[in-house]
């Protein structure tokens, strides 16, 4: 696990690099880069693959493939000043659909072409299908994430709910059956032990239910007040 945390150091470093720059670039450009951004529509950003492939072509290092400034440094740029606004993530998500179609028929297109190719290497990473796949299997996962992502946390919450409230209940059952079939109870000792589980139940999804509304309210204040990313001050 330690070689994997080395292997990827060089992505913190380029983060860093790119984090300093933009301390640079928001000093000269002076919110004006950051209010275009906000009116970018969903043609402009699929159209931006171009501009992703044309990154892959330079500030690449010639010995150290992983090291690819170009593409790394626009995706990092357009994601603080394009991205990162909720208005442009409102128009992504209403296109969810045929942005997630088109990133599996790209994704089927470059499986098959590329198939068996050193797809780490540059002559496969600086062709024009893969940095249009790439692209646009990352704006179709956000797009879809943007649409789905509060569902997806509901049915984990609802799962956990539902695991929470059986949960006591089969547990007051099993000691029931050990007790009839270790001690010698009567079966009678499986009436008792039902009511006492599904008391248990209900009381431990009372409280996730209080938990869950409470967690819920904590998060409609910080929306109200919260000074988030893509808001500059």
């Given at each position: 696990?330690?070689?994997?945390?080395?292997?990827?150091?060089?992505?913190?470093?380029?983060?860093?690099?790119?984090?300093?720059?933009l301390i640079w670039v928001?000093?000269?450009?002076?919110?004006?880069?950051?209010?275009?951004?906000?009116?970018?529509?969903?043609?402009?950003?699929?159209?931006?693959?171009?501009?992703?492939?044309?990154?892959?072509?330079?500030?690449?290092?010639?010995?150290?493939?992983?090291?690819?400034?170009?593409?790394?440094?626009?995706?990092?740029?357009?994601?603080?000043?394009?991205?990162?606004?909720?208005?442009?993530?409102?128009?992504?998500?209403?296109?969810?659909?045929?942005?997630?179609?088109?990133?599996?028929?790209?994704?089927?297109?470059?499986?098959?072409?590329?198939?068996?190719?050193?797809?780490?290497?540059?002559?496969?990473?600086?062709?024009?299908?893969?940095?249009?796949?790439?692209?646009?299997?990352?704006?179709?996962?956000?797009?879809?994430?943007?649409?789905w992502g509060d569902i997806?946390?509901?049915?984990?919450?609802?799962?956990?709910?539902?695991?929470?409230?059986?949960?006591?209940?089969?547990?007051?059952?099993?000691?029931?059956?050990?007790?009839?079939?270790?001690?010698?109870?009567?079966?009678?000792?499986?009436?008792?032990?039902?009511?006492?589980?599904?008391?248990?139940?209900?009381?431990?999804?009372?409280?996730?239910?209080?938990?869950?509304?409470?967690?819920?309210?904590?998060?409609?204040?910080?929306?109200?007040?919260?000074?988030?990313?893509?808001?500059?001050?």
């Open positions: 696990l330690g070689d994997v945390y080395k292997r990827q150091l060089w992505y913190i470093q380029m983060l860093w690099i790119f984090s300093v720059l928001r000093r000269v450009e002076k919110d004006r880069l950051w209010k275009l951004g906000e009116k970018a529509n969903v043609p402009f950003l699929v159209l931006f693959a171009i501009v992703i492939w044309g990154a892959a072509q330079i500030l690449n290092t010639p010995m150290v493939v992983v090291y690819r400034f170009g593409i790394y440094g626009a995706g990092f740029f357009v994601g603080y000043f394009v991205l990162s606004h909720d208005e442009v993530m409102d128009r992504l998500e209403k296109c969810w659909l045929p942005l997630a179609v088109c990133a599996v028929i790209l994704e089927a297109a470059f499986t098959v072409l590329y198939w068996g190719r050193p797809y780490a290497e540059h002559s496969v990473l600086d062709t024009p299908l893969c940095s249009l796949f790439a692209w646009i299997a990352v704006i179709a996962a956000l797009a879809f994430m943007k649409k997806i946390k509901n049915m984990t919450l609802l799962s956990q709910f539902s695991l929470s409230f059986i949960t006591p209940l089969l547990l007051c059952l099993l000691i029931c059956w050990w007790m009839s079939t270790s001690l010698g109870i009567g079966e009678w000792i499986f009436i008792p032990g039902f009511f006492f589980g599904l008391g248990g139940s209900f009381t431990v999804a009372y409280k996730l239910y209080l938990s869950v509304t409470g967690h819920q309210k904590k998060e409609k204040e910080k929306k109200k007040n919260k000074v988030s990313f893509n808001r500059h001050h």
